[in-house]
Antibody, heavy 121, light 107 residues
Framework: EVQLVESGGGLVQPGRSLRLSCAAS????????MHWVRQAPGKGLEWVSG????????GYADSVKGRFTISRDNAKNSLYLQMNSLRTDDTALYYC??????????????WGQGTLVTVFS | DIQMTQSPSSLSASVGDRVTITCRAS??????LGWYQQKPGKAPKRLIY???SLQSGVPSRFSGSGSGTEFTLTISSLQPEDFATYYC?????????FGPGTKVDIK
C-alpha cells in the first residue's frame, strides 16, 4: 500500500524558513517523479513543485520560484521542500503527491494527508 | 504558463441528475489532463487520467472526454457520495496547473 507521510509544518513568521519532508513507502520510490501541491484555507489546489526520478528535471510554480527548493533522497525514500523567505500567502496545507511515472509529464495519483504551514506576522 | 478554466464554478443538483463539468486549457495539452474529487477535510482523489481513462475502483458513472484544449467530466447519475469539489489538472508542461474547481452540492 502506497503511503506518503508529510512532516515539518508549523507556525513561522514572515521571512523565515521551513523544511518539509515526505516519507514514502509501499512503492519503489526512485521509479517515480514526485510533487508538492498546496491548498490555502478555503481555497483551491495549487501545484507548487515537481521533481523527476533522478532529480534531473525540476519545476516550480511562479509564486514560489526562487524561494522554494524541492529535492529528494532516493536512498531514504524521502522528498523535501525547503521553503525560504516565507510570506503570509504561503499559509496552506502542503501535500506530498506521487506521480504515475518517472518523468516530468506524468500525472499525480497518490496523495499524502498534508502538513499545515502557517505564516503569521 | 498554461491557464486552466473550469465551468461552472459551482452547481446544485439532485440525486440521479446528469452533471457535466468543463475544463479549458489556454493552449493545447494533448490528453495530459486528470480529474480529481475532493471532499471536505480529505486529500484529493484521482477519478480520471489521460482525459478519458477511469481510475481503477472509481464507479463507471464517472467519465471523461476531450483532447487539446477542451475537456469534460460527466457524472451520469449523481449519487449522495458525489457531492464534493472537482478539479482538473494539466500535466503537459511545467508549471502544472489546476483548474479553480467546481463545487457540486445538493439542490
Amino acid at each position: 500500500e502506497v503511503q506518503l507521510v508529510e512532516s515539518g509544518g508549523g507556525l513561522v513568521q514572515p521571512g523565515r524558513s521551513l523544511r518539509l519532508s515526505c516519507a514514502a513507502s509501499g512503492f519503489t520510490f526512485d521509479d517515480y517523479a514526485m510533487h508538492w501541491v498546496r491548498q490555502a484555507p478555503g481555497k483551491g489546489l495549487e501545484w507548487v513543485s515537481g521533481i523527476n526520478w533522478n532529480s534531473g528535471y525540476i519545476g516550480y510554480a511562479d509564486s514560489v520560484k526562487g524561494r522554494f527548493t524541492i529535492s529528494r533522497d532516493n536512498a531514504k525514500n524521502s522528498l523535501y521542500l525547503q521553503m525560504n523567505s516565507l510570506r503570509t500567502d504561503d499559509t496552506a496545507l502542503y501535500y506530498c503527491v506521487k506521480a504515475t511515472g518517472y518523468g516530468s509529464g506524468s500525472d499525480l495519483d497518490y496523495w499524502g494527508q498534508g502538513t499545515l504551514v502557517t505564516v503569521f506576522s | 504558463d498554461i491557464q486552466m478554466t473550469q465551468s461552472p464554478s459551482s452547481l446544485s443538483a439532485s440525486v440521479g441528475d446528469r452533471v457535466t463539468i468543463t475544463c479549458r486549457a489556454s493552449q493545447g495539452i494533448r490528453n495530459d489532463l486528470g480529474w480529481y474529487q475532493q471532499k471536505p477535510g480529505k486529500a484529493p482523489k484521482r477519478l480520471i487520467y489521460a482525459a478519458s481513462s477511469l481510475q481503477s475502483g472509481v464507479p463507471s458513472r464517472f467519465s471523461g472526454s476531450g483532447s487539446g484544449t477542451e475537456f469534460t467530466l460527466t457524472i451520469s447519475s449523481l449519487q449522495p457520495e458525489d457531492f464534493a469539489t472537482y478539479y482538473c489538472l494539466q500535466h503537459n508542461t511545467y508549471p502544472f496547473t489546476f483548474g479553480p474547481g467546481t463545487k457540486v452540492d445538493i439542490k
